[in-house]
T-cell receptor
């Protein structure tokens, strides 16, 4: 069956350090993968899209990698700040070209 | 702000009653989606629409129906609400189905007693 796995435990990280989040998927062959941020009580907000032919994508302090052989995407937040505390959702392209969302991982940046 | 609103934002209802949630957009986006989000699960697609009167089922469509009579409105109806439908419901829109970033509404918290 199709599955998206994000680190199940919350990630606590010291301010200024780099947070690395993992998204593993099985039985998907996504042509692209998206990452979203979700704050408590709010809807998800789009952050980045990476295509299968792109190994890496950057946006400000965010970096995403996409390894279709490993079936994995890594999401990095460099120089993390308390304002980066949120839940981050991985969303590979699923069947019928619709997004499939992971459960998300909560990041807590400690001042 | 993607110009997407949901109503009501909170609702408490009783088992067996019909419930309709409304999603309204001002962006004229073609594609609209209804998701539910529950602890321990990711966002799960209920139904989606690719145009006026064009809708299709998602992965958890049982017990739900939708209608889209105007581009700007996408309605989700629970014909007879059950406690298992207690959830947070999100509407999303996108201009492009392939690779299109989705813009999400603020969500509706529904409690079925």
């Amino acid at each position: 069956s199709q599955k998206i796995e994000q680190n199940s435990e919350a990630l606590n990280i010291q301010e200024g350090k780099t947070a690395t989040l993992t998204c593993n998927y099985t039985n998907y062959s996504p042509a692209y993968l998206q990452w979203y941020r979700q704050d408590p009580g709010r809807g998800p907000v789009f952050l980045l899209l990476i295509r299968e032919n792109e190994k890496e994508k950057r946006k400000e302090r965010l970096k995403v990698t996409f390894d279709t052989t490993l079936k994995q995407s890594l999401f990095h937040i460099t120089a993390s700040q308390p304002a980066d505390s949120a839940t981050y959702l991985c969303a590979p392209q699923g069947g019928n070209n619709r997004l499939a969302f992971g459960k998300g991982i909560q990041v807590v940046v400690i001042p | 702000d993607a110009g997407i609103t949901q109503s009501p934002r909170h609702k408490v209802t009783e088992t067996g009653t019909p419930v309709t949630l409304r999603c309204h957009q001002t962006e004229n986006h073609r594609y609209m989606y209804w998701y539910r989000q529950d602890p321990g699960h990711g966002l799960r697609l209920i139904h989606y629409s690719y145009g006026v009167k064009d809708t299709d089922k998602g992965e958890v469509s049982d017990g739900y129906s939708v209608s889209r009579s105007k581009t700007e409105d996408f309605l989700l109806t629970l014909e007879s609400a059950t406690s298992s439908q207690t959830s947070v419901y999100f509407c999303a829109i996108t201009q492009r189905e392939a690779e299109g970033e989705q813009f999400f509404g603020p969500g509706t918290r529904l409690t079925v007693l």
